[in-house]
């Protein structure tokens, strides 16, 4: 075979200080504003944002890291915490990212297995990093993201950023490196086992922010002003803070108050136009803005995704304020971008609900990202919106194996398996209907506990549900609804129960409802099954006593498979 003919263009690598560089150069002046842990607004511009990146990689230097060493951070949304994604990256070192809610242990774990050289901190995780420090003899420094003035009282030697910053010149000129090399490591937050860590390249994060900014992901431009909610410790903020350099976007980053009254008073201050979070914080948000009888003047669009949007939270964002869900799937694996539920030209000429059906699904793929449902045995099945199988995807952007895990490649030939279960449309639309541990197996046959927690939401006295198996022992599993009510809301079992009739078919209506007065949670804000599942491993249905040979009587029966 001859040799193919190659291209002659120029072989620019693509890297994380190209982002920054770029930002710098031709939107210099773009803001990024950050409420500071210490009380106040910070306010500059992508040009100093660069400079400073640039002090920071030659602190890190100067203090030993080589490229390809990892420095951890534990902090929240905040200019400092953007100038680590940059200056530990900029020189060949590894961003790594930890999530500060998990278990201390889990920290420690995470710190050790990634090997972090140093650790960067915000303040208010003193305590946390005085418990961590003797956990971590590995580590060679921990520092606190503040000035002397603000340096907490520890236990640990700590070193102070603004010192280390000021030390330096800023006088650098980032290196080019090989694309492939790494640049993020981020560990997924192990509701099973221990967390697993997905090293991204500088190759993939890069891609992976042009893909996000596209006008039917994100739709970044440099007139919008985007606020993460989603936290720069987990999936890099779904990639924000490397999207908006790259558009010239301002940059609004909230800090550690992610209740509805802060993140409403800093969008509306800054003139946030597209955000994006986890349902949970939408939550708090909708209700203060309830309670406080605000609308918002400028947001246009938001990010839902990390967990299923509810459709009653959709509508309660359009149809009360105006404001555009866009849903979104993906997973740290998947850097975290795969779907978002955006209609094309003929789609957005249904009728209302037509449209309407379609966005509460999980969207389709943006391009590097392709995707496929397949059965059992591992054969492909159709995209006819009903049909279940185990989601499979493979692209750029997706994780190859885990970070020192070389043995074992999780992908099925070729494809990463995500451990979700879905339905895919004939418009190609992705419906995400439960993590496969999560999926009710009812006689044999799947029912999506997502589907009912949106219909357990959408009752106007439910602030929040979870639907979770519970042993039967004629259908093996059967739906159970545990449910938070808003505050002095009134619903009995029997009328949230009723509230599901017609809602899906006869053999998916839940068994049982009880009510709690809160529910587990994730690191991550999500729903924590598996706990749930514990708590109430010997709940007895009362439909499970209405089946011959059941030591207990009722008088209920249960829905036949039909
Ligand atoms: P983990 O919770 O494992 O740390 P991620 O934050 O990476 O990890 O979560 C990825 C998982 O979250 C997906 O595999 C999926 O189960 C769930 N998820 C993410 N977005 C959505 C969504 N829009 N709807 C339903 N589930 C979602």
Not at 105 to 127: G, S
Request: hydrophobic fraction near 40%; proline fraction near 6%.
């Amino acid at each position: 075979m001859s040799a193919p003919l190659l291209g002659q263009m120029m072989d620019v690598p693509l890297t994380l200080s190209s982002l920054i560089a770029h930002a710098a150069r031709h939107h210099g002046s773009a803001q990024i504003v950050s409420r500071r842990i210490e009380g106040d607004i910070h306010r500059y511009t992508y040009r100093e944002c660069e400079a400073r990146s640039k002090q920071l990689a030659q602190a890190l230097i100067a203090l030993g890291v080589a490229p390809g060493e990892r420095v951890g951070t534990l902090a929240w949304n905040g200019y400092r915490h953007l100038e680590a994604y940059f200056g530990v990256t900029g020189f060949g070192a590894v961003c790594h990212t930890i999530n500060p809610r998990l278990f201390p242990e889990q920290v420690a774990w995470i710190v050790n297995h990634a090997d972090d050289r140093y650790v960067l901190f915000d303040i208010t995780f003193a305590a946390l990093v005085d418990t961590l420090a003797p956990q971590c003899p590995n580590v060679r420094g921990w520092i606190a993201l503040c000035d002397e003035s603000h340096l907490p009282a520890m236990r640990t030697q700590v070193l102070c950023y603004e010192t280390l910053l000021a030390a330096q010149d800023g006088n650098y000129a980032w290196p080019e490196l090989d694309e492939r090399s790494a640049s993020n490591l981020c560990y997924t937050s192990g509701t099973t086992g221990n967390p697993k860590g997905a090293l991204y390249t500088h190759r993939s994060a890069v891609l992976h922010a042009y893909a996000g900014s596209l006008p039917d992901a994100l739709g970044l431009s440099a007139r919008d002003a985007i606020l993460p909610v989603v936290p720069m410790f987990h999936v890099n903020a779904w990639g924000i803070p490397h999207a908006a350099p790259l558009t010239g976007t301002k940059l609004v980053l909230p800090g550690k108050d992610l209740d509805g009254k802060s993140l409403f008073e800093l969008m509306e201050a800054e003139g946030v136009t597209v955000s994006a979070g986890v349902p949970t914080v939408w939550l708090g948000l909708l209700a203060y803005m309830r309670g406080a009888g605000v609308r918002f003047s400028t947001l246009d669009r938001t990010v839902v995704g990390g967990s299923a949007c509810p459709p009653a939270m959709l509508r309660t964002f359009e149809d009360d304020y105006g404001v555009q869900v866009i849903h979104a799937w993906g997973m740290t694996e998947m850097s975290p971008l795969g779907t978002l539920s955006r209609l094309n030209w003929e789609q957005s000429k249904r009728p209302r609900e037509a449209q309407q059906a379609l966005l509460e699904k999980q969207g389709r793929v943006i391009f590097g990202v392709d995707m496929k449902i397949v059965g059992e045995g591992g054969q492909e099945l159709p995209w006819d919106g009903v049909t279940f199988g185990d989601l499979h995807v493979r692209g750029p952007w997706v994780i190859d194996r885990y970070f020192r895990q070389e043995s074992g490649s999780p992908l099925v030939e070729g494809w990463f398996p995500t451990g979700d279960v879905a339905t895919i449309d004939p418009d190609g639309f992705l419906h995400i209907t439960d993590r496969s541990k999560d999926v009710i197996k009812s006689g044999g046959e799947w029912i999506s506990s997502i589907d009912l927690e949106n219909i357990a939401v959408a009752h106007p006295a439910i602030a929040e549900a979870a639907c979770i198996a519970c042993a039967h022992p004629r259908w093996t599993e059967r739906p159970l609804i545990v449910a938070v009510k808003k505050p002095g809301a009134a619903v009995t079992r029997e009328e949230l129960l009723a509230f599901f009739d017609g809602k899906v078919a006869k053999w998916w209506l839940p068994d049982d409802a009880v009510f709690v007065d809160d529910l587990p949670h994730t690191a991550t804000g999500k729903l924590q099954k598996l706990k749930l599942r514990e708590q109430f491993r010997s709940y007895v249905l009362p439909t499970a006593l209405a089946v011959e040979g059941c030591p207990f009587d009722s008088t209920q029966d249960v829905a036949k498979h039909d």
